[in-house]
């Protein structure tokens, strides 16, 4: 009697079906939830959701599937930044390599300009000097040889060098 009473507080709450089995006895009668839930069991239909261990499992398997693409796309970053970094050492030396045009005079020959940048962290050295004795240019009279050598140190601690090479036609100046 005393089971039949429960079932009937439990009954009058939820709207649950009830589910018997073939024998008659109060005993065997089952109740489930529409989740198929027993209505005994810790989870009832109000506390539905997942459990700690669920959530760190999907945290997991997540963190799994996503690792390599996070490497690949620290790759990427890195790359872009190396190019970045390299782009923006050849646009400073050829601006220093025009500024220094600008600024010889008509009879010089020889000058050596040292340039330091800050970002990224280079140093740039312009030299005009005469085409050596050695070179195939030498018999072009008037010819001078233009460079601008990049040095830096990258983030292994390799000391880097790069060199833009020009030659500049400067006739004789006849007074």
Known sequence: MRSLKRMRV???RF????VSSERSDSRNIRKTSRFGR???SKRTVAANGFTLVEVLLAMAIIGLVLTPIF???MGVWRNALRSSQSLAR???AKKLLVDSGFELSPDQREKRIEKKL???ATTMIYDL?????NS???KYKNVLLETVTMQWVDRQGKKRQERLVTFLYKPEVKS
């Open 10 to 12: 439990f009954r009058n």
């Open 15 to 18: 709207p649950i079906p009830f």
């Open 38 to 40: 027993w209505p005994h």
């Open 71 to 73: 490497a690949i796309q």
């Open 90 to 92: 050849i646009f400073a």
């Open 118 to 120: 800050d970002r990224p």
């Open 129 to 133: 000097k005469k085409i050596p004795e």
């Open 136 to 138: 195939a240019l030498k």
